[in-house]
């Protein structure tokens, strides 16, 4: 059974950081590509990061050079560093697994001040 759990999310400042995380259970983790997508009330889901299972990275306009997407293999994790957040950022982010429909029940992230 798959399983993702997203934590890390809450209440920021506009400018401000979060760090969020994804943990991954039930798949051989270090051979699929992850992704990062989020959800703003009354809006579609739209794709944020992925990251490969090479460790190659791709980014939507509306984040780069704000967000960074990383993982770590050995503890089956996938982690959004979020940085110069923007009350546009305010959004519930979910984890996925590429290719398949995985979905964690994803976090809710608010830029407000």
């Not at 809006?43 to 990383?70: P, W």
Request: charged share 15%; glycine share 12%.
């Amino acid at each position: 059974q798959v399983q993702l759990v997203e934590s890390g999310g809450g209440l920021v400042q506009p400018g401000g950081s979060l760090r969020l995380s994804c943990a991954a259970s039930g798949i051989i983790f270090r051979i699929y590509a992850m992704g990062w997508y989020r959800q703003a009330p009354g809006k579609q889901r739209e794709f944020v990061a992925v990251i490969a299972s090479s460790g190659s990275t791709n980014y939507a306009d509306s984040v780069k050079g704000r967000l960074t997407i990383s993982r770590d293999n050995a503890k089956n994790t996938v982690y959004l560093q979020m940085n110069s957040l923007k009350p546009e950022d305010t959004a519930v982010y979910y984890c996925h697994v590429e290719g398949y429909n995985y979905w964690g029940q994803g976090t809710q992230v608010t830029v407000s001040s």
